[in-house]
């Protein structure tokens, strides 16, 4: 029988010809397919939490499984009074259910946004991958503003205000991650305050995607939207702080003086993915609400990630590869540089060619500096620290260290196996 002919390029949308799948889901899937071959794999390339989703939000989907009625297009009422509460509760701030979308992952929301609102795209170098090429899709100019690994990779607000001195007013919407996906860092008060003060200059739109925001290893993040209400949109959901990520959950908070903008992006869910999951926003009302056990969970959480990011630095750093010192979520961004002469020697030159020689030879997956925006020649990438059983882990700490500090031994027993990946890595730079 004959195969049928690929369709000809001319045929393609021009603003998706060249896109690719989304890096993180192809790391994802080339890990699967080694896995199957019977090839041992340290999965450090794809960022999904390894904690499972807390019991009292698992009980709540159990409960409300049989749901199967049409929800509201921006949201289940009650789960938007719990967002909107959160945000409150942990920011103070005063959201009404009235500020709140309820979207199928928070990156459809963000989709929509850039659908419905016809400005530029301004994004941190690096930055997390799905950003630009989202922008690309709906025809967006993108602009992207390098970051300096002397900073941390954090935007700057100089940095910002000389961008958008060229043409002030003009309509922006700029991407503010953290704590951040690839780096792990995150922003002090102060230079929140900075931003801020350059958002309102310029009347900027921050869309602060705060996914991340629980996961601040210290328990300590703070939203931008308390020093820039009325410009900015702050994005949640449940994938990362509540380990569902497969249950495709997102929220935007959008302040008052953008009501029209959330209105807008609601008609044009209407005609796209019409409501999200009964079930799912029924769960998610226990996720948003206050819970003393969703505390405690966070609470052990953050003490996880914390030792281990801490450790996996510190080894890194003995085999002169730097990266900023983790501050939340799950992720570093180890530089290779210091490296540069032999692995040019051996053929390598971008951090693409590093990825790659490095999984095939060692097994030890992550992801390239180029899928966050960067240079190919920036010898970076991306590794995330979950390839560990996160059940096992709160299980041990709540166990064994109740009352006492994560320790070495916990760190051995739970992070064992990224401890060796990064042995691996030793071995294969020389």
Same mark, same amino acid.
């Given at each position: 029988?004959?195969?049928?002919?690929a369709?000809?390029?001319?045929?393609?949308?021009?603003?998706?010809?060249g896109?690719?799948?989304?890096?993180?889901?192809?790391?994802?899937?080339k890990?699967?397919?080694?896995?199957?071959?019977?090839?041992?794999?340290?999965?450090?390339?794809?960022?999904?939490?390894?904690?499972?989703?807390?019991?009292?939000v698992?009980?709540?989907?159990r409960?409300?499984?049989?749901?199967?009625?049409?929800?509201?297009?921006?949201?289940?009422?009650?789960?938007?009074?719990?967002v909107a509460?959160?945000?409150?509760?942990?920011q103070?701030?005063?959201?009404?259910?009235?500020?709140?979308?309820i979207?199928p992952g928070s990156k459809?929301?963000?989709?929509?946004?850039?659908?419905?609102?016809y400005?530029?795209?301004v994004i941190?170098?690096?930055?997390?991958v799905?950003y630009?090429?989202?922008?690309q899709?709906?025809g967006?100019?993108?602009?992207?503003?390098?970051?300096?690994?002397?900073?941390?990779?954090?935007?700057?607000?100089e940095?910002?205000?000389?961008?958008c001195?060229?043409?002030?007013?003009?309509?922006?919407?700029?991407?503010?991650n953290?704590?951040?996906?690839?780096?792990?860092s995150?922003?002090?008060?102060?230079r929140l305050?900075?931003l801020a003060?350059?958002?309102?200059?310029h009347?900027?739109?921050?869309?602060?995607?705060?996914?991340?925001?629980?996961?601040?290893?210290?328990?300590?993040?703070?939203s931008?939207?308390?020093?820039?209400p009325e410009?900015t949109i702050?994005?949640?959901?449940?994938?990362?702080?509540?380990?569902?990520g497969?249950?495709?959950?997102?929220?935007?908070?959008?302040? =008052?003086d &953008?009501?029209?903008? @959330?209105?807008a992006?609601?008609? #044009? !869910?209407?005609?796209?993915? %019409?409501?999200?999951s009964?079930?799912i926003?029924?769960?998610a009302v226990?996720a948003?609400?206050?819970?003393?056990?969703?505390?405690?969970?966070?609470?052990?959480?953050r003490r996880?990630l914390?030792?281990?990011g801490?450790t996996?630095?510190?080894?890194?750093?003995a085999?002169?590869?730097?990266a900023?010192?983790?501050?939340?979520g799950?992720y570093?961004f180890p530089?290779?540089?210091a490296?540069?002469?032999?692995l040019?020697?051996?053929?390598?030159?971008t951090? =693409?060619? &590093?990825?790659?020689r @490095?999984?095939?030879?060692?097994? #030890? !997956?992550m992801?390239?500096? %180029?899928?966050?925006?960067?240079?190919?020649h920036?010898?970076?990438?991306?590794?995330?620290y979950?390839d560990?059983?996160?059940a096992?882990?709160?299980?041990f700490?709540?166990?064994?260290?109740?009352e006492t500090p994560?320790d070495?031994?916990?760190?051995q027993?739970?992070?064992?196996?990224?401890?060796?990946a990064?042995?691996?890595?030793?071995?294969?730079?020389?």
């Open positions: 029988m004959a195969r049928p002919k369709a000809p390029d001319v045929n393609i949308n021009l603003n998706v010809r896109l690719r799948s989304s890096a993180t889901l192809v790391i994802n899937e890990m699967r397919s080694m896995v199957r071959e019977g090839k041992k794999v340290y999965r450090l390339g794809f960022g999904q939490s390894p904690f499972p989703v807390p019991e009292p698992v009980s709540a989907l409960d409300h499984a049989a749901e199967k009625d049409y929800l509201e297009v921006k949201g289940f009422h009650p789960l938007r009074q719990a509460g959160y945000w409150n509760r942990k103070q701030l005063s959201f009404t259910p009235d500020d709140i979308l979207g459809e929301l963000l989709f929509l946004l850039q659908l419905v609102y400005g530029d795209l941190p170098t690096p930055s997390w799905s630009a090429p989202q922008a899709i709906v967006r100019r993108v602009d992207w503003l390098p970051a300096a690994p002397e900073n941390d990779w954090r935007l700057s607000p940095a910002l205000d000389r961008h001195r060229e043409d002030s007013g003009r309509p922006r919407i700029v991407m503010l953290y704590p951040a996906n690839p780096t792990g995150t922003y002090t008060t102060e305050k900075q003060e350059v958002a309102r200059r009347k900027l739109i921050l869309l602060s995607d705060e996914i991340y925001g629980d996961l601040h290893h210290n328990g300590k993040h703070v931008i939207a308390r020093f820039y410009g702050i994005s949640s959901g449940l994938s990362k702080w509540c380990g569902a497969g249950w495709r959950l997102g929220a935007f908070a959008f302040p =008052k &953008l009501r029209w903008l @959330l209105d992006m609601s008609v #044009v !869910a209407s005609e796209t993915f %019409t409501a999200t009964s079930p926003q029924y769960a226990a948003f609400s206050e819970n003393p056990a969703i505390d405690q969970y966070l609470h052990d959480a996880i914390r030792i281990i801490n996996i630095h510190k080894h890194l750093a085999l002169r590869i730097t900023p010192k983790p501050q939340g799950f570093l530089d290779f540089g490296h540069r002469a032999q040019a020697g051996r053929g390598i030159q951090s =693409k060619d &590093l990825c790659e @490095l999984l095939n030879e060692t097994g #030890v !997956a992801l390239p500096a %180029t899928d966050f925006g960067c240079s190919p920036d010898l970076c990438a991306r590794l995330s979950v560990f059983d996160g096992k882990a709160l299980e700490a709540r166990s064994r260290y109740a994560l070495e031994h916990f760190m027993t739970i992070g064992g196996k990224m401890l060796e990064v042995e691996r890595i030793g071995e294969w730079v020389g």
